[in-house]
């Protein structure tokens, strides 16, 4: 039996080693937990009417949203982790018209966006009474996700499935055959490799003799707990604003910033919070929401020069895959990167072609 590792725990690394084939591979995933972005998101699944020119990263975040019926089915993942609840756009008339008919024409190749309905202010208020009454675009089928959830739950059932789980950082060096991964008191040789660590991947990947792409950048989220019954709440996308995420309990997001300059630094900071709510209070009273306890989520994205991701096995060598770059969109698109990149590894083909998704892996990694 072949061992295979996988550097990162993430939404693609925990997401991976679940579909990984466990009667072909002895699989081990080390994890270092000090940076992780997944761990520290919620998010907004619903990519159908962003106006981001790059078509193949709308093709990948689409077939991403659709994905996650699979998702929800194979990891048996209830409410409190996913969940359907439709994603309200609150913009000026004008904009909610354009959105309106962009809605339209891109429903004709994403069924899964759901009903299109145009909202009064007293129906906006109705349907999410956080929010002041204003005009919304509703679409039925957005969703979101809790990240720390998601891999708790990953975690899990990977374990069950005889998953070597390793939290430590790791360094890599490739052998004669195969490659070598070394912690501070672990080093082993294996036979294949995937590395999904997020924006460290340029550190993994230098000794080895590439130069990726590849960025850090800060994002924090504030996660308030409020008595309000907001299970049946969707999700607001708010112009010029923080997205605002209610969840089951009363538990409500909003978030989250983007820090380039921040880079590695998990430090909470107060100018992210009031960043967080001013720019909010055009739609709703934040002190409904600033008068009851709070944390920090706070975690560090992977982004690239043009904003969009990159994967894949690297050209000259078959059996050493990548992922990162993934940016504020990660949670729509990790699960259906890590599914692409089982499927090369289970195959006995080793067949790899997603030229529908992303740039040809050159234009991110290069040989120094």
């Not at 409190?80 to 609840?85: L, Q």
């Not at 891999?151 to 059932?157: A, I």
């Not at 707990?225 to 607001?236: C, F, K, L």
């Not at 409500?252 to 009031?274: C, M, R, V, Y």
Request: contains cysteine.
């Amino acid at each position: 039996m072949k061992k295979i590792a996988v550097i990162g725990g993430g939404i693609i690394g925990l997401t991976l080693v679940n579909y990984l084939d466990p009667k072909q591979f002895e699989i081990y995933l080390f994890d270092d937990p000090r940076q992780q972005a997944t761990r520290a998101s919620a998010g907004i699944i619903s990519p159908w009417l962003s106006k981001r020119r790059n078509k193949k990263w709308y093709q990948l975040a689409k077939d991403g949203a659709a994905f996650f019926e699979k998702v929800v089915q194979d990891f048996e993942l209830g409410p409190e982790i996913y969940e359907k609840c439709g994603t309200l756009f609150v913009r000026e008339p004008q904009s909610l018209n354009e959105l309106a008919e962009l809605a339209k024409e891109r429903r004709r190749e994403a069924p899964e966006l759901g009903e299109i309905n145009r909202l009064t202010p007293e129906e906006t208020n109705r349907l999410l009474p956080l929010l002041k009454p204003m005009e919304s675009l509703y679409i039925t089928g957005g969703a979101r996700l809790d990240g720390k959830a998601y891999l708790t739950r990953l975690k899990k059932r990977a374990l069950s499935r005889g998953v070597k789980w390793i939290e430590a950082h790791a360094s890599v060096e490739k052998l004669a055959i195969g490659w070598k991964v070394q912690t501070d008191e672990y080093a082993m040789s294996v036979d294949e490799l995937v590395l999904c660590p997020g924006p460290a991947l340029k550190h993994i990947l230098a000794p080895l003799g590439y130069d990726a792409e590849v960025s850090p950048q800060k994002g924090q989220l504030i996660a308030f707990q409020t008595p309000y019954a907001s299970q049946n709440w969707p999700v607001a996308f708010l112009e010029g604003a923080a997205d605002l995420i209610p969840f089951q309990n009363g538990q409500i997001l909003l978030g989250a910033t983007h820090e380039n300059e921040a880079k590695w630094d998990l430090t909470p900071t107060q100018s992210a919070f009031d960043e967080l709510t001013q720019t909010s209070e055009k739609y709703f009273e934040t002190e409904q929401l600033t008068t009851y306890p709070y944390e920090y989520r706070v975690g560090t994205r992977a982004y690239t020069p043009d904003f969009a991701p990159f994967f894949g096995p690297l050209p000259l060598e078959p059996t050493l895959a990548v992922a990162s770059g993934l940016g504020s969109s990660g949670l729509t698109t990790g699960p259906l990167i890590a599914h692409l990149l089982a499927s090369y590894f289970n195959s006995p083909l080793r067949k790899w072609e997603t030229s529908k998704y992303q740039k040809e892996l050159s234009h991110y990694i290069r040989v120094k």
